[in-house]
């Protein structure tokens, strides 16, 4: 994990394959509780391209000078994503 909230990202390697690959990264909140907005896209094995974009939302914790991640929700979809952005502005309008 990271000591330093910049540092965390959600890419990932396996096998030296890039499995996930983080496609963008605003940091919501700080502090020892901190919040993280990604826009990824993840490998098909299959075809091996990277698919949709898609987003996850996760909280991490600062724990021994370490941020792991408490929590995480993924939004499935672009028209998901969609309905969030919309109904936020709607409330906050």
């Excluded at 700080?30 to 949709?52: E, M, N, P, V």
């Amino acid at each position: 994990m990271a000591s330093d909230i910049d540092d965390i990202t959600m890419e990932y390697e396996e096998d030296g394959v890039l499995l996930v690959k983080e496609n963008g990264k605003e940091i919501l909140s700080r502090g020892a509780w901190c919040t993280i907005l990604f826009r990824y896209t993840q490998l098909d094995k299959k075809t091996g391209d990277f698919g949709s974009e898609r987003y996850s939302i996760r909280r991490y914790r600062k724990i021994n000078g370490e941020y792991l991640q408490q929590s995480k929700f993924n939004i499935s979809s672009e028209e998901q994503a969609r309905k969030i952005a919309g109904t936020l502005a709607a409330w906050l309008d």
